[in-house]
């Protein structure tokens, strides 16, 4: 297995950043994922590392070796393709054949080595069928197996659950994450959706357009934003994100309700925030809303879902911002009801509302 | 199928195809629907019909008015195709007809006073045909989707400029050139010969063969070579393992398109060939017997000159038929 290194990557397109440089490095065994919005260089940067699309500057390391420009296949890695890119003219034996066959194995190694891989994932009954008589599940499975036969040094996924159906997608999602483990592969997983990311990597790598935005563990990218596009792009709803003003240790709602401040935060706010006129932007997690009727802001109850294991409720500010908050499935807050509500401080984090990054890089900074 | 429909495991289309399942009405209608098919397929192939029924005809039967349909067959059409005659004084006559060595041939070509001396030239004029043909098919189908390979895949500089030079081969009328391409040959030395006619043909086809086979290949996902090439294969081996069997229907099409061009072509082939690499096109409509046109021989010459084509296609038809690409990628 691997480590996977970046220096200073990056790649353009004509005269417009694709990639803007970057610096990344990837444990051995370590399972990544490359999480943004279509079109943030998610893709161009997996690609990059595959060796399907070349880098404009910088250097790519695979366990200290430099692969810049070598060819894809002298890489030792194994890419799956959001569409599988199974060949349709081969049967699912053939297809997880393929590679094998690049590296001139025996006959009897070659079935040895299918037959392994096709009994690890369960498609043991569909090795004789061709790609098109298969489910997306199926033939994604096959895709995987074609890139696990190999025992490459790193696997790279391009959105391998993106074709797939919701309810396939979370069984491949605990089976993919189950290989990882078995295998301790190092492993380059893109994609959009959040949720998947959360589940699935040890680390997140948060892109947009073009720029490496936070780079975390899942909990450290959901508590400890790095700046208000991680904090929005991260958690369903996102991070509540409310601009208040900021005076001696209070921080003033639009509306008037207002929010006093721990002490602690006191010196290194002031200092952040003075060449903002005190403008300040509170960010906080549905689940750090307090219900108990004794916080400072007042809002109106604006919608609620029931999520079947809790509520969530919709709070409408004075001025029109809307909050989201978390309550106990049992809460019952009819709509159109006024109310105060509170915010567990330690889990509040306040942005600069002009750079927009996080004021204290780790939480809260208590 | 399913790749396309649903994702869902067990989850299948089945349109029944038991006919007592199927109601009376749509029953009729698909009758209706054959039936119709057949008459036009009828009056589409009634020249077709019309010349092999020709090509069984005796001469008189051939050139009577009005034309007969029901007639006593002979395949003297096919015979006087094959062969050279001569035409017998009477004197030669009384004493040919009394040999009793004559086999059928000789016997057809007596009862009209000739005597065969040996081969017509419509063999060796077929083969030519089929060398040449073929040939130029195979070449203008490799170059071709060797450069709809690269103009599919790959930054080639001038792209765009390339291609309509390439398109622009086909816009002048081909007549137009014969002339100077005549005297070319004339001082190349390729008159007459089978590499000119090849030459030739292979680069009419070619600008053709280029155009389809980068629509085919454009087709094909590029996730296809690049599975491969991060699998350990060089450019060149997954474009024969991956790229080739992908394209084998846009090849077949192209393939069978080339041939009929080649194999059809006149013009060119009755200025650039006199003998020795003449086609069997020229050739054909200019059989003159004794005494008028062989009608008959003509129709047989026709005929046995549609069968390689229709061969090939035939052989072809699967793919032909067959759409490109299904199942294994999804277009989300």
Sequence with gaps: ?366 | MAATTSNTPGYYVNYSTRVDKVGLRPRIANTVRALIAVIIAFIMLIPVIWMGMTAFKSRPDAVSVPPTVFFQPTIEGFVFLLTARRQLTNDELATYSERTDLNFADQLALGRGQVIIGQSDFLPQLTNSLIISSVSTFFSVAFGVLAAYAFSRFRVPGKDDLLFFILSQRMLPAVVVTIPIFLMYKELGLHDTHFGLILLYTSFNLSFSVWLLKGFIDEIPREYEEAALVDGYTRLQAFRKVVLPQAVTGIAATTVFALIFSWNEYAFALMLTSDAARTAPPSIPVRLGTGGIEWASIAAGSLAFLIPVVIVTFALRKHLLRGVTFGAIRKG
């Design chain 1, 1 to 366: 297995m691997a480590t996977i290194e970046l220096k200073q990557v990056e790649k353009k397109f004509a005269d417009s950043f694709a990639v803007q440089p970057l610096d990344l490095t990837i444990h051995d065994g370590e399972f990544i994922v490359l999480l943004g919005p279509s079109g943030c260089g998610k893709t161009t940067t997996l690609r990059m590392i595959s060796g399907l699309e070349a880098v404009t500057t910088g250097n790519i390391y695979l366990d200290g070796r430099d692969v810049t420009w070598a060819h894809p296949s002298d890489r030792d890695i194994a890419f799956v393709f959001q569409f599988f890119a199974l060949y349709s003219h081969m049967s699912a034996r053939q297809n997880i054949a393929f590679p094998l066959q690049a590296q001139r194995e025996s006959r009897d190694q070659i079935a040895r080595k299918v037959a392994e891989v096709a009994k690890m994932l369960k498609i043991e009954h569909l090795l004789d069928q061709k790609p098109g008589s298969l489910s997306g599940g199926d033939q994604q499975r096959v895709a995987l197996a074609r890139a696990l036969v190999r025992r490459p040094a790193a696997f790279l996924m391009d959105e391998p659950l993106g074709a797939l159906d919701a309810e396939f997608r979370e069984s491949m999602r605990a089976e993919i994450k189950q290989l990882h483990i078995r295998q301790e592969a190092t492993t380059v997983y893109v994609t959009h959706d959040q949720i998947e990311a959360m589940a699935m990597g040890d680390r997140i790598v948060i892109m947009s357009k073009a720029v490496v935005q936070q780079v975390g563990t899942p909990a450290d990218v959901y508590h400890n934003p790095a700046n208000l596009f991680v904090a929005r792009f991260i958690g369903s709803p996102g991070m509540n994100l409310i601009e208040g003003k900021y005076v001696d240790g209070r921080v003033t709602l639009p509306g008037g309700s207002a929010f006093t401040l721990p002490n602690e935060y006191n010196a290194a706010l002031s200092a952040a925030l003075n060449d903002s006129d005190g403008k300040i932007i509170l960010g906080f997690r549905p689940e750090a809303v307090r219900m108990n009727g004794d916080g400072d802001i007042s809002a109106r109850v604006y919608a609620d879902d029931l999520h079947g294991g809790y509520t969530m409720l919709h709070f409408e500010l004075d001025d029109g911002v809307i909050v989201h908050g978390r309550a106990g499935r049992d809460a019952n807050y009819p709509i159109g009801t006024q109310l105060k509500f509170g915010i567990d401080p330690a889990m509040v984090r306040f942005f600069h509302p002009v750079s927009e990054r996080a004021i204290f890089a780790n939480g809260a900074g208590v």
